[in-house]
């Protein structure tokens, strides 16, 4: 009788070594200190690839392809890449010098410490684009789409985006100098605690940008649609926002000096705690605002509309305009902290009465006594 070993079951946990190295990513192909220039181009496309201190200068490239590809300390001087594409490619203190790129497909770009100078890129579309701590000087964009964008610490001057389309752009802790946004569609831009000086905005009818905590220094914005614009607890100095829509912004806690709101309209903003000095709002439309707390100092209200704008517990230099006349003023102050109160018997009354009767807590409690309740009736 012959004997027929048993075979062990095999273990599914164990696979033969090509097996279990098939999911480990290859090592990258590494390049290091050499030269690229119209006598010894790249050749082909490149992919999983890591190009430290190497020269690409005075190339002309058709159709490049770039995928999984890193540039350590690399420099781009007179360079165009017309066609193409660069997908997940990282630039990490790179110099970037009067570089071309035309009908080029970027996506998950991602730069760190690296310098531009002279960037042009012309009907191309770029999306997940980080650009950190990096710093640039004419960086132009036409006729590109361009989306979901992230810059933290970069320093810019002459970023201009001109028709074409920004969608999810996001600042935090940016400098932008003389940039130029012309025929510019903004779908989502958000900047935080960054810094904009001399910049102009032509844009497309849209829902309005958000600056939070930002510096605005000399900034167009004329003749702008834009709905739901935010400037919350950000300073603007010598801007001119004139003949806008800025119907429904948010104007909350913001400093504006020496700015032109001429024409603007400011419907139903939201502005408590707004201060506005030195500004000029001749036939400005602040229907239905929402200003308590507000601070008006040297302001031309010229044939401006505050129809039922609240301006209660406000601060006015000119409490007894006539523009100001249709507004709720009661608890405005002047200045000098005197109160400026309209006649008006049945708010007067009802402050009366809580006066006299003090419902809810009262002193000597851990928390405040309860204010005027003239503010839960208007």
């Given at each position: 009788?012959t004997?027929n070993?048993?075979i062990?079951?095999?273990?599914?946990?164990?696979k033969?070594?090509?097996?279990?190295?098939?999911?480990?990513p290859?090592?990258?192909?590494?390049?290091?200190?050499q030269?690229?220039?119209?006598?010894?181009?790249?050749?082909g496309?490149?992919?999983n690839m890591?190009?430290?201190?190497?020269?690409?200068?005075?190339?002309?490239?058709?159709?490049w392809?770039?995928?999984?590809?890193?540039f350590?300390?690399?420099?781009?001087t007179?360079v165009?890449?017309?066609?193409?594409?660069?997908?997940?490619?990282?630039?990490?203190?790179?110099?970037?010098?009067n570089?071309s790129?035309?009908?080029l497909?970027?996506?998950?770009?991602?730069?760190?410490q690296?310098?531009?100078?002279?960037l042009?890129?012309?009907?191309?579309?770029?999306?997940h684009v980080?650009?950190?701590?990096d710093?640039?000087?004419l960086?132009c964009?036409?006729?590109c789409?361009?989306?979901h964008?992230?810059l933290?610490?970069?320093?810019?001057?002459q970023?201009?985006?001109?028709n074409?389309?920004?969608?999810?752009?996001?600042f935090?802790d940016?400098?932008?100098e003389?940039g130029h946004f012309?025929a510019l569609a903004?779908?989502r831009?958000?900047a935080?605690?960054?810094?904009?000086a001399?910049?102009?905005?032509?844009?497309?009818?849209g829902?309005g940008p958000?600056w939070?905590?930002?510096q605005?220094?000399a900034?167009v914005?004329?003749?702008q649609?834009?709905?739901?614009?935010?400037?919350?607890?950000?300073?603007?100095?010598?801007?001119?926002?004139?003949a806008?829509?800025?119907s429904?912004?948010i104007?909350?806690?913001a400093?504006?000096?020496h700015?032109l709101?001429?024409?603007?309209?400011?419907q139903?903003?939201?502005?408590?705690d707004?201060q506005?000095a030195q500004?000029?709002l001749?036939g400005?439309r602040?229907?239905?605002a929402?200003?308590?707390?507000a601070?008006l100092?040297h302001c031309?209200?010229?044939?401006?509309?505050?129809?039922?704008?609240d301006?209660r517990d406000?601060?006015l230099?000119?409490?007894?305009a006539?523009e100001?006349?249709?507004?709720r003023?009661y608890?405005?102050?002047?200045?000098?902290?005197?109160p400026?109160?309209?006649?008006?018997p049945?708010?007067?009354?009802?402050?009366?009465w809580?006066?006299q009767?003090q419902?809810g807590?009262h002193?000597?409690?851990?928390?405040?006594?309860?204010?005027?309740?003239v503010?839960r009736?208007?």
């Open positions: 009788m004997d070993p048993q062990p079951p095999q273990d599914p946990m164990c033969p070594p090509d097996a279990a190295l098939a999911g480990v290859e090592s990258p192909t590494v390049l290091s200190g030269h690229f220039s119209p006598l010894n181009p790249p050749a496309a490149w992919r890591h190009v430290t201190d190497c020269q690409f200068s005075g190339l002309s490239l058709q159709g392809q770039l995928e999984g590809v890193r350590e300390r690399c420099q781009f007179d165009r890449v017309s066609g193409g594409s660069f997908d997940r490619c990282d630039l990490f203190q790179c110099r970037l010098n570089v790129l035309h009908q497909e970027v996506s998950h770009l991602y730069s760190h690296s310098r531009w100078e002279n042009q890129l012309t009907q191309s579309r770029l999306s980080t650009l950190q701590q710093r640039g000087q960086l964009a036409e006729q789409h361009t989306a964008w992230t933290i610490e970069v320093t810019l001057s970023l201009r985006l001109l074409g389309q920004a969608e999810d752009w996001n935090s940016c400098t932008l003389h012309q903004l779908i831009w958000v935080a605690s960054s810094r904009f001399h910049c102009r905005f032509s844009l497309l009818p829902r958000v939070f905590k930002c605005l220094e900034c914005l004329r003749q649609t834009l709905p739901g614009i935010s400037f919350h607890q950000s300073r603007l100095t010598g801007c001119d926002l004139s806008s829509d800025f429904g912004g104007f909350s806690a400093c504006l000096t700015c709101l001429n024409d603007t309209g400011l139903a903003v939201q502005g408590a707004l506005l500004c000029q001749r400005a602040l229907t239905a929402h200003l308590q707390r601070a100092s031309t209200l010229a044939t401006s509309d505050w129809t039922r704008a301006l406000a601060c230099d000119r409490p007894d006539a100001l006349a249709t507004a003023l608890g405005s102050h002047l200045p000098e902290g005197e400026a109160r309209p006649d008006d049945l708010l007067q009354a009802i402050d009366r809580y006066a009767f419902p807590p002193a000597g409690l851990s928390f405040p006594s309860l204010p005027s309740g503010s009736y208007v």
